[in-house]
């Protein structure tokens, strides 16, 4: 059954949330929408039409966190693993963004799952808003998502004059839900229509070209800024290191992207990914191959963050389109 | 290593460390809890994430044969600074262990097959417990040999075991340097230069290679010039690896996770993946 939430009744139902719960919800901080925990209700915007600077992954897996710390007692070593204490609502994340957590389960929930990870992703429930209008750069229906896709959170939100649709997904959603909203009897509104690329054709197409010159032309401008990971809701390469001062040592994991300089190099001073073009080529080939030959689906979700922010213009939808052109030009000679 | 958190390493103890080399040392290493160390079982070919705490967590092969005297060994070459760390921890101080990982060395699907085994450098490491595990189970293998070079004559990796290796029947080891000195009256001469002039049989055999990247390549080449198909090539390759479990994305080779479809590879899984000679 759809329900209907005026914007007071939402207002409401997020300070009800903030009793138990951390809520991570979009905050507008000096003209930028980002994911933040909010300590009241009023500070969660969601009348911004564009996605987050940042997708809300950081949550899950944050950009750093400390798995454990080392306690050293009179010569005895002890590991204190970090614990997740808390339950969570991350609260008006769009579908893409939904999905991304989704396509993001599978390599940490895959055994042995990643126990951080596990525990926030357990802790937290997903509350969607739907998208009513699309951005220039947004392409989540080929990516296996819609504006008002709803699979993948506990709770659907889609804004209407005055108010909000809600709708419960899940057991989980339907315990979160507030008391006492009526029934919605009104239209769903239409999501808004999106550009199409073709996808399917080149998870096939690409097995070919692992050694084709594409990939070092293509990587030429590139300036491995790296914010094409930072931005990106599917990327997930980590690193993991330790640090120590005086008082303690504790062994942190932090964001890393497949674009550094040296991310695969060795100590002993071998890099099967030296060049620019290696780089570049791993970071298609695993979104668009290596992921969907693992788990299925291709590792985007269309949300167009990287289109949106790369300084270079790397644009995954070409990329894919030329992906098809190279191969359609290979098998015609 | 918790079954809860596996990024949360096994407490070890140092319980030896030997010089093998100028640059490389073994460890051996005992978990603390014995439980765990009764059920850390693992097979030629497999690798561990050792802790040096406040300075990281690096991937070695491991080189001892489960349920030998000595427990858990690897040989650790020192090249960075977790390698430095783990030289230079002493009998008694605490490290940390992860794995085992990966898969192995198919040994049992190698029986009645002349093995032929190459190896360069610290890439002995991975095939020591190889053949010590076809020597252990002598009959069930026809010839093998064993090509090792390294830079120097001092930097071949287990020297102490070359009398034992030779002892056993039908086992050739044949050694090389690039550089001799002056007591060297051994070859001189590049691994793929002696795999062409002792040109083994690809016949029923199987070669198993793990050296630096240069060397495997070449190395390759030479063995498919003698007729070897990709599928009697099998390798192990290094990487860079954070987490050993197949999350952290690092050690893809092409579609392959080093930690989780290797370290051990044929060549015909991954020739494509590599340069080409």
């Known amino acids: 059954m759809n329900l209907y939430a005026s914007k007071d009744d939402l207002i409401r139902w997020l300070d009800s949330l903030l009793k138990e719960h951390i809520v991570i919800a979009p905050v507008e901080i000096q003209g930028q929408t980002m994911f933040q925990p909010i300590s009241k209700a009023e500070s969660c915007q969601l009348s911004a039409i564009s996605n987050t600077v940042l997708s809300p992954k950081g949550w899950f897996l944050p950009p750093t966190e400390t798995l454990f710390s080392v306690k050293r007692d009179d010569g005895h070593v002890e590991l204190v693993p970090t614990q997740v204490e808390q339950d969570a609502v991350l609260f008006g994340l769009h579908p893409c963004d939904a999905r991304g957590i989704a396509l993001m389960d599978k390599p940490f929930l895959q055994e042995p799952s990643d126990a951080l990870y596990r525990e926030r992703r357990s802790r937290t429930a997903l509350i969607g808003l739907a998208c009513r209008q699309a951005q220039p750069e947004c392409f989540c229906t080929s990516m296996g998502s819609a504006p008002d896709d709803s699979s993948n959170v506990d709770i659907m939100l889609t804004e209407v004059e005055d108010g909000y649709i809600v709708q419960a997904i899940t057991d989980k959603g339907k315990t979160l839900l507030p008391k006492g909203l009526k029934e919605y009897k009104g239209k769903v509104p239409a999501p808004p229509k999106l550009q199409t690329i073709p996808t399917k054709e080149v998870v096939s197409a690409i097995k070919g070209l692992f050694n084709d010159p594409y990939w070092e032309k293509l990587a030429d401008r590139c300036l491995h800024c790296n914010i094409c990971a930072y931005v990106c809701p599917t990327c997930y390469c980590f690193d993991i290191r330790d640090y120590a001062d005086k008082e303690k040592i504790e062994r942190v994991r932090s964001w890393e992207s497949c674009q550094s300089r040296g991310f695969s190099l060795t100590a002993g001073g071998y890099d099967p990914r030296a060049t620019k073009g290696e780089r570049l080529r791993q970071r298609f080939c695993h979104k668009l191959l290596y992921f969907p030959e693992e788990f299925e689906d291709v590792a985007c979700v269309g949300c167009g963050r990287c289109v949106r922010d790369c300084p270079v213009n790397i644009d995954i939808r070409e990329v894919i389109n030329s992906l098809k052109q190279v191969t359609e030009a290979k098998s015609g000679s | ?277």
């Not at chain 2, 610290?122 to 076809?134: D, F, W």
């Not at chain 2, 002696?194 to 198993?208: F, R």
């Not at chain 2, 860079?240 to 994305?249: D, S, V």
């Not at chain 2, 893809?252 to 370290?263: A, F, R, S, T, W």
């Open chain 2, 1 to 277: 290593m918790g079954l809860d958190n596996p990024f949360v390493p096994y407490i070890a103890t140092l319980k030896a460390s030997t010089q093998l080399t100028p640059d490389i040392k073994l460890l051996s290493v005992e978990l603390e809890d014995p439980d765990s160390r009764a059920n850390f079982d693992y097979k030629p070919g497999q690798f561990a994430l050792l802790s040096a705490f406040g300075e990281g967590e690096a991937p070695f092969g491991i080189v001892s044969l489960p349920q030998q005297e000595n427990g858990l060994e690897f040989a650790v070459r020192r090249i960075g600074t977790v390698t430095r760390a783990l030289q230079e921890l002493e009998p008694g101080n605490t490290l940390g262990v992860r794995g085992p990982f990966g898969n192995y060395f198919p040994l049992e699907d190698y029986e009645g097959k002349n093995i032929i085994i190459i190896g360069g450098g610290i890439g002995m490491a991975p095939l020591r417990p190889v053949i010590n595990k076809i020597l252990e189970r002598r009959n069930n293998y026809e010839d093998l040999l064993i090509i090792n070079g390294a830079r120097t004559p001092q930097d071949l990796v287990f020297q102490p075991e070359f009398p034992t290796w030779i002892k056993a029947p039908r086992v050739k080891l044949e050694l090389t340097v690039d550089r001799g000195d002056e007591h060297w009256k051994g070859r001189v001469a590049l691994v793929p230069d002696v795999v062409k002039e002792l040109a083994p049989s690809a016949d029923n055999a199987i070669a198993i290679i793990c050296g630096p990247p240069i060397m495997i390549r070449f190395t390759l080449a030479r063995l498919r010039d003698l007729g070897f198909k990709d599928n009697q090539i099998v390798t192990t390759l290094e990487a860079k690896m954070k987490c050993g479990l197949g999350k952290c994305a690092r050690c893809n080779i092409g579609e392959k996770y080093v930690c989780q479809d290797g370290p051990v590879f044929t060549l015909e899984q991954i020739a494509q993946f590599l340069e080409q000679p």
